[in-house]
């Protein structure tokens, strides 16, 4: 995992902000709306895009079977308090694919925290070191920050609640930065687009469903919902439309993919505030790429993320 620790930077909290936001469309990373996008304050489960993305390029690079990868909620879930959003208890098992389930589709922290707990003893094991698992994988995510260029992000936990004297935070606009990074991994975009999901507890079946409402939608991949005090009612969504298909001068057919990226933070309608967002994106990413999609101002008009890894 090609990252580095990001940097801290003393947060105000913005249990009183305004809404923040950001409408990108992620293949040109054009910026089609934005207001207070890099603004630091708390995310609160949007947190858990950066959780999955790490957990899945851990078990990528290690050749593990998200399937068949058994992991245990651990002791420490008991320091949450009762924030498990599907009746999780300490020393339950499930596999690792059920606990990104868990997580993304149901916000639920203890299963952010057992990925954490079980993908960060890993990593310390390959390195021969010692320490707390949980905090190795959030120094992961703190790296994972560095390398997709969040800059105004610093993760405390896995999970996004607001624990720690100094908690996390993000912005709008490195929120979509994740998003983008997160939706070119299979097994993260046919997750958050599932409306519901049989997962086994211990063995036994339960069905739960997504928290966002939006899925099911037509286009609507995800991504994550998230709610503390703090943040505020947050919501990342990602749309796909049909390709653009237009003939080159040489006659040849050009082919450009469409993919908007849209992060709402403390809207107390984020639901239909997106669906607003979205559709007055799309009008602009279409007028401007009908006039040719010139970008005058690259540092101002495009959203910076890393390219794919091919």
């Known amino acids: 995992m090609r990252y580095a620790i990001a940097s801290l930077i003393f947060l105000t909290s913005s249990l009183f902000a305004q809404e923040s936001h950001i409408v990108v469309e992620a293949y040109s990373g054009k910026v089609l709306s934005a207001s207070g996008a890099t603004n630091k304050r708390s995310v609160a489960s949007l947190t858990k895009i950066a959780t999955a993305i790490v957990a899945v390029d851990w078990a990528t690079a290690t050749v593990t079977d998200l399937g068949t990868t058994t992991i245990t909620i651990p002791e420490s879930a008991n320091l949450l308090g009762q924030s498990t959003a599907i009746g999780l208890k300490v020393g339950d098992t499930m596999t690792l694919r059920d606990?990104?389930?868990?997580?993304?589709?149901?916000?639920?922290?203890?299963?952010?925290?057992?990925?954490?707990?079980?993908?960060?003893?890993?990593?310390?094991?390959?390195?021969?070191?010692?320490?707390?698992?949980?905090?190795?994988?959030?120094?992961?995510?703190?790296?994972?920050?560095?390398?997709?260029?969040?800059?105004?992000?610093?993760?405390?936990?896995?999970?996004?609640?607001?624990?720690?004297?100094?908690?996390?935070?993000?912005?709008?606009?490195?929120?979509?930065?994740?998003?983008?990074?997160?939706?070119?991994?299979?097994?993260?975009?046919?997750?958050?687009?599932?409306?519901?999901?049989?997962?086994?507890?211990?063995?036994?079946?339960?069905?739960?469903?997504?928290?966002?409402?939006?899925?099911?939608?037509?286009?609507?991949?995800?991504?994550?919902?998230?709610?503390?005090?703090?943040?505020?009612?947050?919501?990342?969504?990602?749309?796909d439309r049909d390709p653009v298909v237009r003939i080159k001068p040489d006659g040849n057919k050009g082919v450009t993919p469409r993919r908007l990226i849209v992060v709402v933070l403390n809207s107390p309608d984020r639901f239909n505030r997106t669906r607003k967002l979205m559709r007055d994106g799309w009008a602009h990413y279409d007028a401007w790429l009908a006039a040719g999609a010139i970008v005058e101002n690259p540092k101002h008009e495009l959203l910076a993320t890393p390219p794919p890894v091919k």
Do not use: W
């Open 99 to 239: 606990a990104l389930y868990a997580s993304l589709l149901r916000s639920d922290n203890y299963a952010a925290l057992a990925i954490a707990n079980h993908v960060g003893a890993d990593i310390l094991r390959r390195r021969g070191q010692i320490g707390d698992p949980v905090q190795a994988f959030v120094d992961e995510m703190n790296k994972l920050a560095k390398f997709v260029l969040a800059k105004s992000t610093r993760f405390t936990n896995p999970h996004g609640l607001d624990l720690e004297s100094k908690p996390g935070y993000s912005t709008a606009a490195d929120v979509a930065r994740f998003s983008i990074h997160a939706m070119r991994r299979n097994p993260i975009t046919f997750i958050t687009r599932q409306p519901s999901r049989e997962v086994k507890i211990n063995g036994i079946a339960k069905t739960i469903t997504n928290t966002n409402e939006l899925v099911g939608e037509t286009g609507i991949l995800g991504i994550k919902t998230g709610t503390t005090q703090n943040a505020g009612p947050c919501l990342s969504t990602c749309m």
